[in-house]
C-alpha cells in the first residue's frame, strides 16, 4: 500500500554458534570495544548532571509489536480466534470482543508481561494503545472474560494452541518426528480452586497444579497442554489423553513419515503403550526399574560393545533383555526391553548392578526395531523438553495463575502456550537466522520485540521511527 510503513528486518549476523557474544553484539548493533586506543582512563559520566525532563513524543519500548501484529495478520490468526471465540460475547453492547481480547493478552506477553496486572504498565505504552484499539480495557474485565471460558471453548483454545505449533512447510522437512510428552509441577501461592499437595520436588507441601504438556522436538513448539489438579498423578487414567495428543500429530504427518512418542518412567504403563500404538506410532521410554526386571539386566550375557576406551577396554555396551511383563502378554503388546551400561561418571543418573564391575545401566522400552545403541541416543533427544518448559516458566510465566477458577487459570495458561507458539512463527518468519540459532525467548524479544520507537501522526498517516541499528529498519514503498 503506497506510504505504509514496511518493517523489514536486516539480518547481517554471522552464523557462527548463538552461544558467542559475536553473534548478539552484531544483531542488536553492537560493536567490539576500541582497547587501548583511548590515550587516557575511561571515566564514567557523572549522571547527576544529565537533566531528565517529560516529553509529548509517544515513546514506545516495544516497537516489535508491529511487525509481529503484521505476522499474525499474515497467518489469519485475528479471523481465527474471531471465528472461534466470537461467540463467547455477544450484542450490541459488546466494547471489547473476546478475539480483542485475547490478541491483547497476546501482545502483553509477547512483550514480556506474564500477569494480568501487567496490563496497566503497558497502558503507558502508545503504540500497545493503538494496537489495543486506542484504549485498553481494566483488569475486572479481562478477569471476567477469563472466567467465561468453559470445557467446551477450552478444548477450542488447547487445539488452536497445537495447531499453530504444528507449522505444516516445516513439518514437511523431516522424514521423522518426535513428540515428547512430560508432565510438570507448577507451584501455587494463595487461594486456587483444584489446587492439591502432591508431587512437588522443590516446594514440598505447597499446593500445586500438575499439567501434561507435549513438545515437537523438531520444531520445539507446544503442541498439547492439559491443565490438572496438583494431587493428580500419571498413568492409567491418562492414556486417553496420550492418545488424543499422538493422534494429533499423526493427523498432521504424512504415511511415510516416522512418528516417536518419547516420555520418562511414568508412562511404563500397558494402557499408556497401547494408546501409543493404537495409534501408530512407535515409543521410546525409560522403563521402571522393578526387581524382576533388574534381575533380567544382571543376568543377561549377550552384551555388544559399542564404544572403547584409548586402552581398548569397553566403556559402552548394549543388549536387547528377554523380558516381559504380564500385563504386556494380557494385552498382547510387543514391547522390547533395551539396555545400556557405561563405566562414563558423565552418563547421569544410573542404576549398578553388578558388584565386580564399575558398569551402570539404564533400560528402554521401545516398539522399534532399530539398533539398541539408537534406541538409546533417540530417548537422549527428549532431553529438550526440560529446558524449553524451564523457558515456558520463566519467560512466560505458565506458573503465575491469574483467577480462583480452574477454567480461567486453564484459558491463561493455553493463551501464553499460544504467545510462545506464535512468537516462533513470527521468528521464523521476520529472522530466520535467529530461528535457526534457537536463542530463547529473552534474546528473542530484546531483538524482536523490545526495541525503542516513537510514534508519529502526520497528514493522517501513522510512522512508528525506531534506531537505525535495530531489527527493525523502517522505510516507505
Known amino acids: 500500500m503506497p506510504g505504509a510503513i514496511v ?34 582512563r575511561v571515566r564514567r559520566a557523572d549522571a547527576t548532571k544529565i537533566t531528565v525532563s ?11 509489536l508491529v511487525a509481529f501484529d503484521r505476522a499474525m495478520r499474515s497467518l489469519d490468526v ?5 471465528r472461534l471465540f466470537g461467540s463467547m460475547k455477544r450484542g450490541h453492547m459488546v466494547v471489547y470482543g473476546m478475539e480483542s481480547q485475547i490478541r491483547l493478552l497476546l501482545d502483553a506477553h509477547v512483550a514480556g508481561e506474564s500477569r494480568i496486572f501487567g496490563v496497566e504498565a503497558l497502558a503507558a505504552d502508545p503504540l500497545f494503545v493503538r494496537l489495543a484499539g486506542g484504549t485498553v480495557p481494566s483488569l475486572d474485565t479481562l478477569y471476567r472474560d477469563l472466567n467465561r471460558f468453559d470445557d467446551d471453548t477450552i478444548a ?28 510438570s509441577v507448577l507451584s501455587l501461592t494463595g487461594e486456587h480452586e483444584n489446587a492439591g499437595v502432591g508431587y512437588n520436588p522443590r516446594h514440598h507441601g505447597r499446593p500445586s497444579h500438575h499439567p501434561v504438556l507435549a513438545r515437537s522436538a523438531e520444531l520445539d513448539a507446544c503442541v498439547g497442554a492439559v491443565l490438572r489438579p496438583g494431587d493428580t498423578g500419571f498413568g492409567e487414567d491418562d492414556a486417553e489423553t496420550v492418545a488424543r495428543l499422538v493422534r494429533r500429530m499423526r493427523g498432521y504427518l504424512t504415511a511415510k513419515q516416522n512418528l516417536y512418542v518419547r516420555m520418562d518412567a511414568a508412562a511404563d504403563c500397558a494402557a499408556v503403550l497401547q494408546a501409543i500404538t493404537a495409534e501408530k506410532a512407535m515409543f521410546v521410554v525409560k522403563a521402571r526399574l522393578t526387581s ?14 559399542t564404544e572403547r576406551d584409548g586402552s581398548g577396554a569397553p566403556i559402552a555396551q548394549v543388549a536387547d533383555i528377554d523380558f516381559k511383563r504380564e500385563e504386556w502378554r494380557k494385552r498382547a503388546l510387543g514391547v522390547r526391553v ?26 528402554y522400552l521401545t516398539s522399534s526395531t532399530e539398533p539398541a545403541e539408537d534406541v538409546a541416543s533417540r530417548y537422549e533427544g527428549r532431553a529438550g523438553i526440560e529446558p524449553l518448559i524451564a523457558e515456558w516458566k520463566s519467560g512466560w510465566g505458565i506458573g503465575d495463575m491469574p483467577c480462583w477458577g480452574f477454567a480461567a487459570n486453564h484459558a491463561a495458561l493455553l493463551i501464553k502456550l ?32 523490545n526495541v525503542p520507537g516513537r510514534l508519529v501522526q502526520a497528514a493522517r498517516r501513522w510512522t512508528l521511527y525506531v534506531p537505525e541499528a535495530s531489527q527493525l529498519v523502517c522505510r516507505r514503498e
Open 418 to 449: 499460544l504467545a510462545h507458539n506464535l512468537m516462533r512463527r513470527f521468528a521464523r518468519i521476520a529472522a530466520p537466522r535467529l530461528a535457526r540459532a534457537h536463542w530463547r525467548i529473552d534474546w528473542l524479544r530484546r531483538a524482536l520485540i
Open 54 to 64: 517529560p516529553t509529548t513524543d509517544r515513546l514506545t519500548a516495544n516497537a516489535g
Open 7 to 40: 518493517v523489514a528486518f536486516i539480518m547481517e549476523a554471522t552464523t557462527t554458534a548463538p552461544s558467542t557474544g559475536k553473534v548478539r553484539r552484531d544483531v542488536f548493533g553492537g560493536k567490539r570495544g576500541q582497547g587501548k586506543v583511548w590515550p587516557h
Open 292 to 305: 524382576d526386571l533388574k534381575r533380567a539386566v544382571a543376568e543377561t550375557t549377550t552384551w555388544r560393545t
Open 338 to 363: 533395551v539396555a545400556i551400561r557405561t563405566t562414563d561418571p558423565r552418563a547421569g543418573k544410573q542404576v549398578c548392578l553388578w558388584s565386580h564391575d564399575e558398569y551402570a545401566v539404564k533400560v
Open 78 to 82: 485475528p479471523g481465527e480466534l474471531r
Open 156 to 183: 477450542k483454545l488447547e487445539a488452536y494452541v497445537a495447531r499453530q505449533g504444528f507449522d505444516v512447510e516445516q513439518l514437511r522437512k523431516h522424514r521423522e518426528h518426535h513428540l515428547d510428552i512430560d508432565t
